[in-house]
């Protein structure tokens, strides 16, 4: 694969057929912010345009796939500034997840890592997971006093039902890769070791199909799914926004980042 020169918040890779995106702030965890968001959707506009692209992957660099929203940007918010903060966030995250639900292109998740939050929003907006032995996914809103945003609260209980969704979203239950399979969360999962092998594996394997219907399919397949989510995502950001300025979820974030109000 040949790699763009610049750092950046998403590092875009290329080889034949493919565009990888690579979270790429592995010492925040690959945490989504702002920039994250508007370099991810701009490569992935970019992918579409290219007519010799069919599969777009997402994974992330280092032991997080991504880790959620940026809470330690949310953190440095005083209360009363976070839900503007905060909705500015989940709207460009759900830029993110509505043109990824619309792509022509078949979307890989290669969860290398940890998917919370937003993470698992991107999961479940892909079209094919493979995830590590090492991975776990989970919802981790309600620890921040949050609802979900990405998509969660409408992707979820339609992949899992509702029972196992609530459970998910309100109980905090972390699941492993294997359980990732079981739940129907993920395609494969696959040793740490030869995670990076196996992704290329899987890309190849779609790139030897029949790649001229990957576009037309995907668009069947998802236009139940596609029927209100964009009305969705807009309720989902106002909920998360108007709950960022909640007074105990404003201790429970600070909590989180380990800062102290007088």
Not at 182 to 203: C, I, K, P, R, Y
Request: aromatic share 6%.
């Amino acid at each position: 694969m040949t790699t763009s020169d610049t750092p950046s918040a998403v590092r875009i890779e290329h080889r034949s057929g493919v565009v990888r995106l690579v979270l790429n702030r592995p010492a925040d965890g690959n945490a989504f912010t702002l920039d994250m968001a508007r370099e991810a959707l701009a490569a992935l506009r970019d992918a579409e345009s290219d007519p010799d692209v069919h599969v777009l992957t997402l994974t992330g660099e280092g032991r997080f796939f991504c880790a959620g929203g940026d809470v330690t940007s949310m953190a440095s918010y005083e209360p009363a500034d976070r839900p503007a903060f905060l909705r500015d966030l989940a709207d460009a995250a759900h830029d993110v997840a509505l043109a990824m639900m619309r792509s022509r292109l078949l979307i890989i998740a290669g969860v290398n890592g940890t998917a919370a939050g937003a993470g698992f929003g991107l999961v479940l907006n892909s079209d094919w997971v493979l995830a590590s032995d090492q991975s776990s996914m989970l919802t981790a809103y309600s620890k921040m006093g949050l609802s979900p945003d990405t998509g969660v609260a409408y992707l979820l209980p339609r992949t899992v039902g509702h029972q196992r969704a609530t459970d998910l979203a309100l109980n905090g239950r972390v699941l492993s890769g294997a359980d990732a399979v079981d739940w129907g969360l993920a395609n494969e999962v696959t040793a740490a070791a030869s995670f990076a092998e196996q992704l290329t594996e899987v890309e190849d394997r779609f790139l030897s199909g029949a790649t001229q219907t990957y576009g037309s399919t995907k668009k069947l397949l998802r236009a139940a799914t596609l029927d209100g989510y964009e009305e969705h995502l807009r309720n989902e950001s106002a909920s998360i926004a108007k709950l960022s300025g909640h007074p105990e979820t404003v201790q429970r974030v600070d909590r989180f980042v380990g800062k102290k109000r007088s």
